[in-house]
């Protein structure tokens, strides 16, 4: 295995994707091939390194010299003076305490990071980084000193719960596949992670694999198993190939495969790919699909636990459950059952988004407040705007309004709010903000997810998408919150799986908290976000207008007409209120009624 004497991590978050960072990647290979240190200098992707604003970026290890705003006319000058003069370039660096990317890199004193913790810290790709870190520490532990039973009992005392939404008891369900009778018995990791812009799973699998793999193992080792499968979605190829790295390192050391650490004990993994089904989340649809079936769900009982994939008990877990058990096993259960809430313990991770100033991954005990989330750790809504809700729980969870910026974040408590904890994404919203198009967007992405098996999901919730589609669009009815209300109730009590039972909770909390929307829309036929385009008008205001023309020039079906140096006017009954008149105006003379 070859030794560097540095490390380069760049940042291959979508936002630093799209602003070129793996251009930058290539460029830094090239150039230190040129300069002939491609031996001494590794250059490696990593998911995620600041808030990413900045980007594209790199960290350089061992310095920790964090670079932004990079361009590829920058390496040459950057690789010289790093690796052969061993100098930092101060105009590329983050600035301590004022720069936000490098604010983020660290986490804040309300994080505490668990399974975060070697992210961005090591190779990913070298199971010696990981070892170094303590890692398979736990597994050897485990197997050398524990019985499966009491493995079991230790998880149990700390606290741990399923961290794909649920909350299910992590310890129920392996003491229940443990008891199961058959054969064989499977350990599978459900890496889906289908909620629109959640990207948990996808950071620890690319920055961290090894922790999945070793906690895997552990569970296998708990209920029996002897094969496992990471179910991971296609649209995560580094993930799949980091993942796949990782085993190869695992088997290749004897971490994985027959009489681990010269044990009786035999468990290997195997990645098998989704196509990025969001209904395969679902426990029985995500076995169906490793069998190599349509990803349908199907009935429960028999539960996975008894059985599950080709008919075994097995046992799923998701991502970030995984990635706790080695610390745990580590640590003590004690340390782990030390954080959180008296039913929620330990840390969650969130993909904190939206209006919100620092978006990105971070990690905080079960118990903080969604008030210190946003504004402690996200720094606050974005241009210091009203806060109007915060969505929790992905698209079948609920948005909840100011009055419960104060709530305790754990299981028992967003569900008492009427949102869920789901696998982890949060979405925060401000005053300019439409609950109804929020409400319809969400129901759009469920509706198109829907796998057509049960008549409920599959008809019940197209007829309420095309209800909230009428009501955005101005053609709202007397009688449609009524419907959408029974429509809601018939949804969750017949459908076949928890897609479907939980296909109504965007409408239903929207209409808990911001009912007045649609009543507005409906009975008024406004928006009061200035959102919804059938609800709105853009009208130019004389005292700003100066006539530069530039409104009409990028005005894409010419409904507005005007003299140079006087004021314009937009035709109602041209505009198709698409907002770039409002865009390009320099004077702030567009307004929306």
Known sequence: MAYFRSHVLVCNDPECLGKGSMEIMAALEAELKKQGLNNEVEVL????????????????????????????????????????????????????????????????????????RNCGEINPENIEDYIAADGYA??????????????????????????????????????????????????????DEGDPGAFMNRSVLEGDPHSVV?????????????????????????????VNIAIDQARELGLLGKHIFGTDFTFDLEVRQGAGAFVCGEETALIASIEGKRGEPRPRPP??????VFGYPTNINNVETYANVP?????????????????????????????????????????????????????????????????????MGGCLPENYLDLPVDYEKLTEAGSIMGSGGMVVMDDETCM??????????????????????????????????????????????????????????????????????????????????????????ECPAKVCRALINYEINPANCVGCTLCAKNCPVDAISGERKQTHVIDPDICIRCGICKQVCNFDAVVVK
């Open 327 to 395: 610390q745990i096993l580590l640590k003590g259960p004690e340390w782990f059952a030390s954080m959180g809430t008296e039913k929620s313990k330990g840390t969650k991770t969130f993909a904190l988004a939206g209006d919100v100033k620092n978006t990105g991954l971070i990690e905080v005990p079960f118990g903080i407040t969604l008030r210190e989330i946003i504004y402690d750790v996200g720094g606050g809504i974005k241009n210091d705007r009203p806060f109007k809700a915060v969505q929790t729980g992905g698209p």
């Open 436 to 525: 109804v198009d929020i409400a319809r967007f969400f129901m759009e992405f469920i509706q198109d997810e829907s796998c057509g098996k049960c008549v409920p999901c599959r008809v019940g919730t197209r007829r309420m998408l095309e209800i909230l589609t009428r009501i955005c669009d101005g053609e709202g009815r007397d009688g449609d919150i009524e419907l959408l209300e029974s429509l809601s109730d018939e949804i969750r009590e017949d459908s076949l799986c928890g897609l479907g039972k939980g296909a109504p909770n965007p409408v239903v909390i929207t209409l808990n908290h911001f009912r007045h929307e649609y009543e507005v829309h409906i009975y008024n036929k």
């Open 214 to 242: 070793e906690g895997m193992t552990i569970a296998a080792y708990a209920i029996g198993a002897s094969q496992g499968y990471i179910y991971c979605r296609a649209e995560y190829p580094i993930a799949v190939r980091t």
């Open 303 to 308: 539960f996975p636990a008894a059985e599950g």
């Open 45 to 116: 992707d990593t998911p995620r390194i600041g808030s990413c604003e900045n980007g594209p970026e790199i960290l350089v290890y061992p310095e920790g010299h964090h670079y932004l705003h990079l361009q590829k006319n920058d390496i040459p000058y950057l690789v010289e003076e790093q690796f052969l003069k061993g100098r930092a370039v101060e105009e590329l660096l983050a600035k301590p305490k004022t720069d936000a990317a490098q604010e983020l890199r660290e986490p804040t004193e309300k994080e505490v990071r668990v399974v975060l």
């Open 138 to 191: 736990a597994l050897a532990k485990v197997i050398s000193e524990t019985k499966p039973d009491q493995v079991i009992e230790n998880i149990k005392n700390s606290g741990l719960r399923g961290r794909g939404g649920a909350g299910f008891p992590t310890w129920l369900k392996w003491s229940l596949t443990r008891k199961a009778e058959g054969s064989k018995k499977f350990v599978v990791c459900n890496a």
